[in-house]
């Protein structure tokens, strides 16, 4: 039994890396008017997690979908291992499935479900046994394999539909939002989980989230999509670190944006005089000018109080203080009445509210620099 | 802490408590009726009976007294359960056909399913009868049975478009990504997912063919007596109190029919959907 030979393999310690490449190229589905995905071309390594990270409706589960074979897209290929898996029914793909809301067969029995794909492909009761016994072992979950769907909690619920999905070795395991019905402490249980098993079986896979910490957490890779499009492919510490466009760098993490201008530009790098008195060097893009009006995105923990004034620091005035676990967060005022944000580590010696003090870039940040669209 | 209640509220309580015992009473009220009267010991049906006695239920079960209604009585089953089997198989089909195709003509073919339902048994008996006729065929139980599953088909068809359209759509696409066909997926999921919902349909079916009079008075031969006309003949002739004993089972058969409906699959949720 090839299925059973596969699963010792896999089960096996430190085998890994038997997953499959997706490669998406061109991927375009409009619902009527809409773009709902729009040119979308992707390259997943064999083996690893990619996230679709982005706002509601920017098409991720749409993107999914087409790689399912539930819709067909209005153009672009999907490719499994290079080949093209287009013109197979979402029967014959061989994409293993995890809904957001599991969608477990609530007529059958945890085992039932597990059993359900063995059974679809022919497999006979006797040998599916075992192969059921062992995916509920994975999972953890074989005291409760008589129970139906709707006696177990939702983690539970979410491991049998994990269970069910790995039971079949798709070559590709795709994850709408599954963790968001679960609460906070078990969604990071269920992260890890996950990954686990990912890393187990080796298995490539694609999770849909607009969680950007749980994007961050689980996956090798993320798309962060905006509006249909893919702004940025990269891994978690680049689209952080070096966002490529404004809306990426907005959606990932928190940041300041300071709007200001040009007034020098030198090989890679660029003079920016901030609107709120500063200037700064910071390196740039080819794309930004001398003259030019510009964002620059100075992330909260990229940011640093100096008591003394200098030419590259704001002038600010704390306004706020709130300690976040180990970390604090500062709300400064800027001379023109602005905002701005800043987190440090939390010591003893936090500022008072009221005092004036004088914002810096930490030596090791690397601000992005963002044209402003001119009115 | 007891709320005070407005006038408005004492009349709307009162309005509604009303029209309830009104409406109760008038459905209650005649089953209760024929119920004492099958019991009566006169010689006609009379209400209220002068004495009580079980004798119009011996002889409604004796062979030789009350040969006539068993005769009409399995024809009526008969062709109640052979009607309900093919709309049942035929409710079921249509349904899934028509389930999520938002095309024109499957809403046509909807409204044309469920027509039945409005239109007069009547008019549908007279038409069914002339059509037969005009395609050279003889009225007669087959007939009859053909008719009442046209006629009940609208029941099956509604209830099991109900279970279906809220039958979530994932666990389809879950079936498929898995591997399963669409057969496959039709005997392990759909169908086991809107049993429940077909078999309401076609008990609701089953008790609509069992007193359907209009279609079974066209289309009826002389070898195919149905049970509902065979009372309206002995009421006619004789007022027969047999023809009370056969109301009280019928009302007690179906009472007990639909409480093991109601625990087997909810039967009046689905009604309501
Ligand atoms: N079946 C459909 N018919 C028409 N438009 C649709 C359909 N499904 C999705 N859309 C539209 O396509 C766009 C993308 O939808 P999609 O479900 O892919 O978004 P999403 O990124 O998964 O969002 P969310 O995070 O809210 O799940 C949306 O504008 C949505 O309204
Ligand atoms: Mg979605």
Not at chain 1, 132 to 151: I, M, N, S, T, Y
Not at chain 1, 210 to 215: F, I, L, M, T, V
Not at chain 1, 287 to 298: L, N, P, W
Not at chain 2, 70 to 89: D, S
Request: proline residues 5%.
């Amino acid at each position: 039994m090839i299925t059973g030979d596969r699963l010792a393999a896999s089960t096996a310690a430190g085998s890994r890396a038997r997953g499959n490449t997706v490669d998406l190229e061109g991927i375009v589905h409009r619902y009527g008017g809409l773009k709902a995905v729009d040119d979308v071309s992707l390259n997943i390594e064999a083996g690893e997690i990619a996230a679709l990270l982005g706002p509601s409706g920017c098409g991720k589960t749409t993107l999914l979908r087409v790689i399912a074979g539930f819709v067909r897209q209005s153009a672009g290929r999907v490719l499994v291992d290079g080949r093209s898996i287009d013109d197979l029914p979402a029967n014959r793909r061989n994409v293993g499935i995890v809904f957001q809301n599991y969608a477990l067969f609530p007529h059958m029995t945890v085992a039932e479900n597990v059993a359900y794909g063995l059974a679809a492909r022919g497999i006979g009761r006797a040998a599916r046994a075992p192969l059921v016994d062992r995916f509920l072992d994975v999972v953890q979950l074989k005291a409760l394999k008589d129970r139906l769907p709707k006696q177990i909690s939702g983690g539970q619920q979410q491991r049998v539909a994990l269970a069910r999905a790995l039971a079949v070795e798709p070559s590709v395991l795709l994850l709408d939002e599954p963790f968001s019905a679960l609460d906070k402490g078990l969604r990071l249980d269920m992260q890890i989980e996950i990954k686990r098993l990912q890393r187990q079986f080796g298995l490539t896979a694609i999770l849909v989230t607009h969680d950007q910490e749980e994007a961050m957490s689980v996956a090798d890779r993320i798309a962060v999509m905006h509006k249909g499009r893919v702004e940025q492919y990269d891994t978690p510490s680049a689209v952080y670190d070096r966002p490529a466009t404004p809306f990426v760098n907005s959606f990932i993490g928190t940041t300041n944006l300071l709007p200001g201008r040009v007034i020098g530009r030198e090989g890679g790098s660029a003079l920016i005089e901030l609107d709120a008195g500063a200037v700064l060097a910071v390196p740039v893009e080819a794309s930004i000018a001398h003259g030019m009006r510009v964002q620059v995105s100075a992330r909260p923990e990229h940011l640093e109080l100096h008591a003394t004034a200098a030419p590259d620091r704001l002038p600010v005035q704390v306004g706020l203080v709130v300690p976040l676990g180990p970390t604090a967060v500062l709300d400064l005022r800027m001379r023109d009445g602005a905002g701005i944000k800043l987190s440090d580590r939390r010591t003893d010696s936090l500022p008072a509210v009221g005092a004036a003090l004088h914002c810096g870039f930490r030596a090791d940040a690397r601000p992005s620099v963002f044209p402003l669209a001119t009115n | 802490m007891g709320r005070r209640m407005s006038v408005a509220d004492i009349s709307y309580v009162l309005a509604i408590g009303g029209l309830a015992t009104v409406a109760l009473t008038i459905l209650v009220g005649p089953v209760v009726i024929v119920l004492l009267t099958s019991f009566g010991d006169s010689q006609s049906l009379k209400f209220p009976p002068p004495g009580l006695t079980t004798k119009w239920y011996e002889a409604l079960f004796d062979a030789s007294q009350s040969r006539q209604i068993h005769r009409a009585a399995g024809n009526t089953l008969w062709v109640a359960g052979c009607a309900t089997a093919g709309a049942i198989l035929f409710g079921t089909l249509a349904a899934l056909g028509l389930a999520r195709s938002r095309s024109r003509l499957a809403r046509i073919a909807d409204t044309a399913f469920m027509s039945p339902l409005v239109l007069p048994g009547l008019a549908f008996g007279l038409a069914a009868l002339m059509y037969f006729t005009f395609l050279g065929l003889r009225p007669s139980l087959e007939l009859i049975m053909l008719g009442h599953a046209v006629v009940i088909v609208p029941f099956v068809l509604r209830t099991a478009s109900a279970s279906l359209s809220q039958l979530d759509p994932a666990l389809l696409e879950s079936s498929a990504s898995l591997g399963a066909s669409w057969l496959y997926t039709l005997r392990r999921v759909t169908l086991p997912i809107i049993a429940p919902g077909i078999v309401a349909g076609g008990f609701l079916a089953f008790i609509a063919s069992m007193d359907n009079v209009p279609v079974s008075l066209f289309l009826a031969g002389p070898r195919s007596d149905m049970l509902p006309i065979r009372l309206w003949g002995m009421m006619e002739s004789t007022l027969d109190v047999r023809v009370a004993a056969v109301s009280g089972i019928m009302v007690a058969s179906v009472l007990g029919l639909m409480l093991i409906m109601e625990r087997l699959v909810g039967l009046t949720r689905r009604m309501r959907d």
